[in-house]
């Protein structure tokens, strides 16, 4: 397994290794003359590349999902095209090298926002179990009788902590939000964070496809001072989705995501003890090869064309 903390590939002419994630590695422009060229051109910049690596429950798993990094990649490219008029993104308009084609991409480096921007069309995962608990997600009233699956009245702003590799992210209400980054900017990344899950919501469902829930993140872009949208964007790592033709509230809903893995891992075949500090145990190749199927065919139904692998 690659680790955390390794990158996917080793040294890249004309960039550096500086940090390793759940999922992407992170490369800045060296001393030489290129990357001073890069620099003076574009401003702080960096090298996003996404790798095999898979996580689920603040956990990275072993092995890999084959030609995930290549998924994350092109479909956030995707989806930055169809939000561009909404808000911009941090991508630049620079080739990546050949090592790391089609899993990678040049951004702007962003004042990241310390939220996990997250909306809600439709009640499951950790917003029905919090639900469930009290009526509500994140302080929310929701309507009763609401089912795993129901759709929502309306979109729903559930922001999250942004937690470090190993730790867990935590639903907060819109109040913490504000008291963290000011009323004004919370107010900011809501709307815009609800525009982006209605626009996307749209377009999925033109395709077949429910988007139930979603993470985004933002970041200020230091050369314009716009709230930017950063990191990947409406992936299957990121966000919910379900074939719009089998969608029935109150049963666990077929999964176009990873949803694959971690119905596994909370399985009694894993043997894994959520609850427990042992890490999980590793994929089975059957899960793996479905779980692949699976980052393949939301991109398919999505952009309407086969990923150039």
């Known amino acids: 397994m690659t680790g955390v903390g390794v990158p996917v590939v080793g040294a890249l002419p004309g960039w550096r290794h500086t940090y390793s994630g759940k999922v992407r590695d992170l490369y800045e422009p060296d001393e030489g003359e290129a990357g001073r060229a890069l620099v003076a051109a574009h401003g702080d910049v960096v090298l996003v590349v996404a790798s095999d690596r898979v996580s689920a429950y603040d956990h990275v798993l072993s092995p890999g999902i084959p030609d995930k990094g290549v998924v994350l990649t092109q479909l956030s490219l995707w989806w930055f095209e169809q939000l561009a008029d909404l808000v911009p993104h941090h991508v630049l308009p620079v080739p990546v090298p050949a090592a790391v084609a089609g899993r990678a991409m040049v951004c702007r480096r962003l004042d990241m926002v310390p939220v996990e921007c997250v909306a809600r069309g439709y009640l499951t995962g950790s917003?029905?179990?919090?639900?469930?608990?009290?009526?509500?997600?994140?302080?929310?009233?929701?309507?009763?009788?609401?089912?795993?699956?129901?759709?929502?009245?309306?979109?729903?702003?559930?922001?999250?902590?942004?937690?470090?590799?190993?730790?867990?992210?935590?639903?907060?209400?819109?109040?913490?939000?504000?008291?963290?980054?000011?009323?004004?900017?919370?107010?900011?990344?809501?709307?815009?964070?609800?525009?982006?899950?209605?626009?996307?919501?749209?377009?999925?469902?033109?395709?077949?496809l429910v988007l139930a829930d979603t993470k985004l993140e933002f970041g200020t872009d230091p050369v314009t001072g716009a709230l930017t949208l950063g990191d990947e964007v409406l992936t299957p790592d990121s966000s919910r989705f379900w074939p719009a033709a089998t969608w029935e509230p109150g049963r666990a809903q077929e999964s176009v995501d990873k949803q694959v893995l971690r119905d596994w891992l909370t399985s009694p075949a894993s043997g894994w003890d959520r609850a427990s500090d042992a890490p999980p145990p590793p994929l089975p190749d059957d899960v793996v090869a479905r779980t692949r199927d699976k980052y393949l065919e939301a991109f398919e139904r999505l952009t309407g064309r086969a990923l150039a692998l």
């Open 127 to 208: 917003g029905l179990a919090e639900y469930r608990a009290s009526g509500s997600v994140t302080g929310i009233p929701l309507p009763p009788g609401l089912l795993d699956g129901s759709r929502l009245p309306e979109p729903v702003f559930t922001p999250a902590t942004k937690a470090a590799v190993g730790e867990h992210d935590e639903n907060v209400p819109f109040e913490t939000v504000a008291a963290t980054v000011g009323a004004d900017l919370a107010a900011q990344l809501r709307d815009l964070t609800l525009a982006v899950y209605t626009r996307a919501e749209g377009i999925a469902r033109e395709r077949g």
